[in-house]
């Protein structure tokens, strides 16, 4: 039998907007393109991809950010616009998170990382499986059960 899993609430900067996801995250990750780099105006972004059907808007009303129409839809909160998750068009099954929100930092481990080639000189991950530009679709499945194992000896965390 698995552990019962806590459910992880991320919370904005401001707190008025909440987000819960209710099972272990399927994969966390960087991404180190330019994109990501100015979304989050940092070194590059953090994710963690859950199940859609485990995420839940808790409180607040997201609202569209970032770059509209290049076929990731971005939500942020209405009022101190933290950069709160991400979904993919043509993938419902998928929602990136940004683990940031999370009050356990230890989502934000990011188990791949993705787009090295626009990499900042000096920034480094911790992350096991490294790409120059994304895996494809058909190494997510291995990719996630590699994550999924990793939990399993590493106490349910990254
Ligand atoms: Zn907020
Ligand atoms: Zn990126």
Redesign the pocket.
Known sequence: MAREFDPLVGI??????RFQVSAPPLITAACHCRGCQRMSASAFSLTAMVAATTFRVLE?EPVPAGVQGNGLAHFC??????WMFTRIDGVPEFVNVRPAMIDDPAWCVPFMETMTAERLSWARTPARHSYERFPSMEDLPGLMQAFSDHLAVNGGVP
Do not use: A, D, I, M
């Open positions: 904005c900067r401001c707190g008025r907007t607040g909160c209405p009022h101190c616009k933290s």
